[in-house]
C-alpha cells in the first residue's frame, strides 16, 4: 500500500462526495495464521513448572515475528473476499465491493488500519458493521487524520 | 528549536550539498539518519514541497557532513514556521488528474545527472509526487525532460489502471511540460542523429501518447510549478509554486 494511493483515495471521495469511516484493528498480527512449523522458547518467568526445557508451538503469528506480517495480510485478504471484496491488482491495499443493486464500497487498508468509503453512508456502514463483527476493532468514525497525515 | 527563527524555503536558493570527503564520524552519522529519516516521512506524506531539498539531503546519509547536518535542521526549522500547512483536495473544483513535470539538466555538478521532478493533481491537491536524480546521464536538455517525461508516464499510467479497475473511464491525461523538443520527441517516431542513442526503455511515452492514455501540453518555464521539485528555489517563486500545489493554511487563505 503507497502514500499515494491513499491520497488518491482521498482526493476521489473528495470529488465524489464519498462518505469515509475509518476503524483500527486491534492487535491485528496476532490473528496472522502461520503456514509454517515455528516454534519458541518459554518466555522467562512463564516457564511451566517441571517443563522448562520444552518449547512452544506457535499457531498464530506475534508481533516480531518476521512472518508476522504477510501472514496477517493473508488472513486479512480472506476474510474481505468472504465479505464479498475484490482486491486490485494494480494495488494491494485497495478492496472493491461491487453488487448489482446496491453502491460500491471501497475498503482502503494500511496493515491494520482499513478506511471504508462509498456514496451511501448506510451500505458502507453495513459493511464496516460485518467488517467489525469479524475483527476487535476501534471505531475511529470519520476520520481527521490517517497514519498520523 | 521550536523558537528558531524559521526560513522561507526549505533550502537556501542554489544550495548544493557537496560530497563530504572526511571518514565517517559516527555520531554525526547516527544523528544525521535520524533528522533525514523524519523528514522523509513527513516528505513522502503531506509535504511535497520539502522533497527536492530531503532527497538532495539524503543522498549523502553515508558519510554525511556538518553542513549536511545543519541544512537537514535547515529543513526542520522551515517546517515549524509552515506547520500548518495541509493538502487541501477540493471536491467542489471538478478538477480531474493532471501532471505536470520539469527536469534540471545536469544539474549534480559532480555526477552530471539531471534531476527529474513531477507531480499528479486530483481535486486541485497533489496525490503523488517524485523528486529524483536521473540514473543516467542526458546528453541534452530535451533528452533529460524525455526521461522525465517518460517516468511521469509510467506513473500516470498505474493510477488510470487503478481507476479503470474502479470503473473509471478516463480520457488522456494531461501531461504539462516546459520544453518543445521532448513533447515533439514523444508524439512523433522520429530518430535524430541528436536522441538515436537514447534507451529503450525511454521510449514508452511514444506507446502512451499513440494510444492516447497522456496528452501532452507546453506550458511556459517560467510557470511550471514542478520546477520546485528540481531545485532550491529562491523565496519568491518557490512560494508561488507552492501555493498550486494544494498546500494550504487551514483558513484557506494561503
Same mark, same amino acid.
Given at each position: 500500500?503507497?502514500?499515494?494511493?491513499?491520497?488518491?483515495?482521498?482526493?476521489?471521495?473528495?470529488?465524489?462526495?464519498?462518505?469515509?469511516?475509518?476503524?483500527?484493528?486491534?492487535?491485528?498480527?496476532?490473528?496472522?495464521? !502461520?503456514?509454517?512449523?515455528?516454534?519458541?522458547?518459554?518466555?522467562?518467568?512463564?516457564?511451566?513448572?517441571?517443563?522448562?526445557?520444552?518449547?512452544?508451538?506457535?499457531?498464530?503469528?506475534?508481533?516480531?515475528?518476521?512472518?508476522?506480517? !504477510?501472514?496477517?495480510?493473508?488472513?486479512?485478504?480472506?476474510?474481505?473476499?468472504? !465479505?464479498?471484496?475484490?482486491? !486490485?491488482?494494480?494495488?494491494?491495499?485497495?478492496?472493491?465491493?461491487?453488487?448489482?443493486?446496491?453502491?460500491?464500497?471501497?475498503?482502503?487498508?494500511?496493515?491494520?488500519?482499513?478506511?471504508?468509503?462509498?456514496?451511501?453512508?448506510?451500505?458502507?456502514?453495513?459493511?464496516?458493521?460485518?467488517?467489525?463483527?469479524?475483527?476487535?476493532?476501534?471505531?475511529?468514525?470519520?476520520?481527521?487524520?490517517?497514519?498520523?497525515? | 528549536?521550536?523558537?528558531?527563527?524559521?526560513?522561507?524555503?526549505?533550502?537556501?536558493?542554489?544550495?548544493?550539498?557537496?560530497?563530504?570527503?572526511?571518514?565517517?564520524?559516527?555520531?554525526?552519522?547516527?544523528?544525521?539518519?535520524?533528522?533525514?529519516?523524519? @523528514?522523509?516521512?513527513?516528505?513522502?506524506?503531506?509535504?511535497?514541497?520539502?522533497?527536492?531539498?530531503?532527497?538532495?539531503?539524503?543522498?549523502?546519509?553515508?558519510?554525511?557532513?556538518?553542513?549536511? @547536518?545543519?541544512?537537514?535542521?535547515?529543513?526542520?526549522?522551515?517546517?515549524?514556521? &509552515?506547520?500548518?500547512?495541509?493538502?487541501?483536495?477540493?471536491?467542489? =473544483?471538478?478538477?480531474?488528474?493532471?501532471?505536470?513535470?520539469?527536469?534540471?539538466?545536469?544539474?549534480?555538478?559532480?555526477?552530471?545527472?539531471?534531476? &527529474?521532478?513531477?507531480?499528479?493533481?486530483?481535486?486541485?491537491?497533489?496525490?503523488?509526487?517524485?523528486?529524483?536524480?536521473?540514473?543516467?546521464?542526458?546528453?541534452?536538455?530535451?533528452?533529460?525532460?524525455?526521461?522525465?517525461?517518460?517516468?511521469?508516464?509510467?506513473?500516470?499510467?498505474?493510477?488510470?489502471?487503478?481507476?479503470?479497475?474502479?470503473?473509471?473511464?478516463?480520457?488522456?491525461?494531461?501531461?504539462?511540460?516546459?520544453?518543445?523538443? =521532448?513533447?515533439?520527441?514523444?508524439?512523433?517516431?522520429?530518430?535524430?542523429?541528436?536522441?538515436?542513442?537514447?534507451?529503450?526503455?525511454?521510449?514508452?511515452?511514444?506507446? =502512451?501518447?499513440?494510444?492516447?492514455?497522456?496528452?501532452?501540453?507546453?506550458?511556459?518555464?517560467?510557470?511550471?510549478?514542478?520546477?520546485?521539485?528540481?531545485?532550491?528555489?529562491?523565496?519568491?517563486?518557490?512560494?508561488?509554486?507552492?501555493?498550486?500545489?494544494?498546500?494550504?493554511?487551514?483558513?484557506?487563505?494561503?
Amino acid at each position: 500500500m503507497r502514500f499515494e494511493t491513499v491520497r488518491l483515495m482521498l482526493a476521489l471521495a473528495a470529488l465524489e462526495n464519498w462518505y469515509i469511516t475509518g476503524l483500527d484493528i486491534r492487535s491485528a498480527y496476532l490473528y496472522g495464521k !502461520l503456514d509454517e512449523e515455528i516454534y519458541m522458547e518459554q518466555p522467562e518467568g512463564f516457564a511451566i513448572p517441571g517443563q522448562e526445557h520444552k518449547v512452544l508451538h506457535l499457531w498464530c503469528a506475534l508481533y516480531g515475528l518476521k512472518q508476522a506480517g !504477510l501472514a496477517w495480510w493473508h488472513t486479512l485478504n480472506e476474510s474481505l473476499k468472504e !465479505l464479498g471484496f475484490e482486491r !486490485l491488482e494494480s494495488e494491494a491495499g485497495i478492496f472493491f465491493y461491487k453488487k448489482k443493486g446496491t453502491n460500491i464500497v471501497i475498503g482502503i487498508i494500511y496493515v491494520d488500519n482499513p478506511l471504508f468509503c462509498g456514496p451511501n453512508k448506510a451500505v458502507v456502514d453495513a459493511i464496516k458493521a460485518q467488517f467489525m463483527r469479524k475483527w476487535e476493532c476501534r471505531d475511529l468514525g470519520e476520520p481527521n487524520e490517517f497514519l498520523r497525515m | 528549536m521550536l523558537n528558531a527563527k524559521s526560513p522561507s524555503t526549505p533550502l537556501p536558493a542554489g544550495y548544493y550539498a557537496a560530497k563530504n570527503t572526511e571518514p565517517v564520524d559516527a555520531d554525526l552519522h547516527s544523528h544525521f539518519q535520524m533528522v533525514i529519516g523524519s @523528514l522523509l516521512y513527513l516528505m513522502l506524506g503531506t509535504r511535497p514541497d520539502t522533497a527536492f531539498a530531503v532527497t538532495h539531503l539524503s543522498h549523502h546519509a553515508v558519510n554525511p557532513s556538518q553542513d549536511h @547536518l545543519n541544512k537537514a535542521l535547515y529543513i526542520c526549522r522551515y517546517l515549524i514556521g &509552515t506547520s500548518m500547512y495541509f493538502l487541501v483536495y477540493n471536491g467542489g =473544483s471538478g478538477a480531474g488528474l493532471i501532471a505536470c513535470m520539469h527536469s534540471d539538466w545536469g544539474s549534480d555538478p559532480t555526477s552530471c545527472l539531471s534531476q &527529474t521532478g513531477f507531480y499528479l493533481k486530483l481535486a486541485d491537491g497533489l496525490i503523488s509526487w517524485t523528486s529524483r536524480a536521473q540514473k543516467t546521464i542526458a546528453y541534452s536538455s530535451t533528452e533529460a525532460e524525455y526521461m522525465a517525461l517518460s517516468n511521469c508516464a509510467c506513473q500516470v499510467t498505474w493510477i488510470r489502471s487503478l481507476l479503470g479497475e474502479l470503473s473509471y473511464k478516463l480520457k488522456a491525461i494531461p501531461i504539462c511540460g516546459d520544453n518543445q523538443g =521532448s513533447i515533439f520527441m514523444a508524439s512523433n517516431p522520429v530518430t535524430e542523429p541528436r536522441s538515436k542513442h537514447i534507451d529503450i526503455r525511454y521510449h514508452g511515452i511514444r506507446k =502512451s501518447v499513440a494510444k492516447g492514455n497522456v496528452e501532452l501540453f507546453f506550458i511556459d518555464g517560467a510557470e511550471n510549478p514542478a520546477d520546485l521539485l528540481t531545485k532550491n528555489l529562491p523565496r519568491k517563486q518557490f512560494a508561488k509554486f507552492r501555493a498550486q500545489l494544494g498546500l494550504q493554511f487551514p483558513s484557506g487563505s494561503i
